[in-house]
C-alpha cells in the first residue's frame, strides 16, 4: 500500500498515469524499431511495475538512510512525457485519412488539457519582476554591494527567503550558509543561522560576534525585523536601504579584507 500510495503522490492526476500506461502499451505493440520499443514502452512498464513491489523499496531503503522520502524518485527514470508524446504522434500521423488525423489531435489536446491545470491560476504563480525572474529587491541589493572589481568576493548576510535567489542572480557574492539550512529536512547547526534567524528579536551583540568569526563584510536586514540594538551604534555602517531591507557594513571585516590584500570597491 506504501508503494501505491507514493505512485499516485507521483502522479497526481490518475489520469496521468492511465495516459502513460496506454501510451507504453501502444508502443509495445505497435513501435518496429526495437530499441524505440524497450526504451519508449518496455522500459515504463517495467520500472512502474517493478516501483509497485514491496522489495524495491525494501532494497531501495536499505541502501539509503533517507530512502523513505525518495523513493518516488525511481519513477524519474520513465521519460514519461516523451512517451505520451511520442506515442500520441505516432498514432496521428499513422492514420491515412486527414479528418481522422484532426479528430485524434483535438483529442490528445483534450486529454492534455484534463490530465494538468492552467499553472498561472496557481497560487504559487506571480507576475515575473524582471529577466531574472526573481525579486528585484535581490538585484537591487547585490549590485550595491558587488564589487567593482568582478574578481573579488564578498561575505553577506541575507535573510532566508533570499538565499536561493542570490545563488541564482551572482555566484560572487558568498553566504554563511544556503539550502542545508533552509530545508527542513536537515538539521544543522549554523551559529549566524541561529543568531539572525532562530530569535523573535535578533541580539546585535550575538549576531556580530557571528558574522564576524564567519568574516560577513555585509548584513542585510528586513526593514520590518526586531534588533535589540541599533546596528548602527554597534559599530556597523548603514551603506544603503533598498526596497524592504537594509544594507549594513562592517569596518571590522573590511579591515580584515585590507589586510588579505583585497580592497572592495562597490559599484
Known amino acids: ?75 524519474w527514470l520513465v521519460p514519461m512525457y516523451v512517451v505520451i508524446g511520442y506515442a500520441a504522434c505516432k498514432l496521428i ?13 483535438v483529442a490528445a489536446l483534450v486529454v492534455v488539457m484534463l490530465s494538468g491545470s492552467l499553472v498561472y491560476v496557481n497560487q504559487y504563480m506571480s507576475v515575473a519582476e524582471n529577466l531574472y525572474h526573481i525579486p528585484q529587491d535581490v538585484i537591487d541589493v547585490c549590485d550595491v554591494i558587488t564589487p ?19 545563488r541564482q542572480y551572482d555566484t560572487n557574492i558568498l553566504m554563511p550558509y544556503g539550502r542545508e539550512m533552509i530545508a527542513s529536512q536537515w538539521d544543522y547547526y549554523n551559529a549566524v543561522y541561529d543568531a539572525y534567524e532562530k530569535p523573535e528579536i535578533i ?18 536586514v528586513r526593514t520590518d525585523r526586531k534588533v535589540d540594538v541599533n546596528l548602527v551604534t554597534m ?30 570597491t562597490t559599484s
Not at 505493440?29 to 520500472?47: A, F, S, W
Not at 536601504?241 to 569596518?251: A, E, Q
Request: aromatic share 12%; net charge neutral.
Open 1 to 75: 500500500m506504501e508503494c501505491w500510495v507514493s505512485l499516485k503522490l507521483f502522479f497526481g492526476n490518475p489520469l496521468l498515469a492511465i495516459v502513460l500506461l496506454a501510451s507504453a502499451i501502444y508502443l509495445i505493440i505497435c513501435e518496429k524499431d526495437l530499441k524505440k520499443k524497450i526504451i519508449l514502452g518496455i522500459l515504463p512498464v517495467v520500472v512502474m511495475a517493478g516501483f509497485l513491489l514491496p522489495i524495491t523499496k525494501i532494497v531501495y531503503v536499505a541502501a539509503l538512510d533517507d530512502g523513505s522520502d525518495t523513493y518516488y524518485r525511481l519513477l
Open 93 to 105: 500521423f499513422s492514420l491515412k485519412n486527414v479528418l481522422w488525423q484532426r479528430i485524434a489531435l
Open 148 to 166: 567593482k572589481d568582478r574578481s573579488q568576493r564578498v561575505r553577506a548576510l541575507f535573510p532566508s527567503e533570499l538565499v536561493h535567489f542570490v
Open 203 to 220: 541580539n546585535a551583540e550575538e549576531l556580530l560576534e557571528a558574522t564576524r568569526q564567519a568574516k560577513c563584510l555585509y548584513i542585510v
Open 235 to 264: 559599530g556597523l555602517k548603514l551603506v544603503d536601504t533598498v526596497g524592504d531591507y537594509r544594507i549594513y557594513s562592517d569596518p571590522e571585516i573590511l579591515e580584515w579584507y585590507e589586510e588579505q590584500g583585497f580592497h572592495i
